[in-house]
């Protein structure tokens, strides 16, 4: 039984720090480069930050400021507390509403190189940055 909690101990550890370590991996500044897979005109006015130790993220497309909180879990992005600055935009206003939209339903990610893919609850590409 001794033996059973040890190892129940260092199995829990290690996927904590695992999940610590995949969040860390995510943390910095960001380019949008799609949003549904439909590109965007301007990536250089494009930012996203995200930050794990305060389990946090703004992102923006040029226009208004989109911030939430995020949780990874088992390998899963959650991304929950979704709120916006106001601004008119009328040049954005599609590209914003888009963000907008597809932010409470990402449920999933893959960071390959230096490109994350967040997708949706349905499995698609929901948004795509670049570092």
Request: aromatic fraction near 8%; glycine fraction near 2%.
């Amino acid at each position: 039984m001794k033996y059973a909690l040890i190892f129940f101990i260092l199995i829990y550890t290690k996927s904590c720090n695992s999940q610590k370590s995949t969040a860390e991996s995510l943390d910095g500044i960001w380019k949008i480069t799609s949003i549904e897979n439909k590109k965007i005109a301007n990536i250089d006015a494009t930012k996203c930050i995200i930050n794990s130790s305060e389990n946090s993220l703004a992102i923006s497309v040029g226009c208004n400021n989109h911030m939430a909180d995020f949780k990874i879990i088992k390998d899963k992005i959650q991304i929950n507390n979704v709120f916006a600055t106001e601004k008119y935009c009328p040049d954005l206003s599609f590209t914003e509403k888009r963000l907008w939209d597809n932010l409470p339903i990402i449920s999933d990610y893959k960071l390959e190189n230096n490109t994350l893919t967040l997708i949706n609850l349905k499995g698609e590409t929901a948004i795509t940055l670049v570092r």
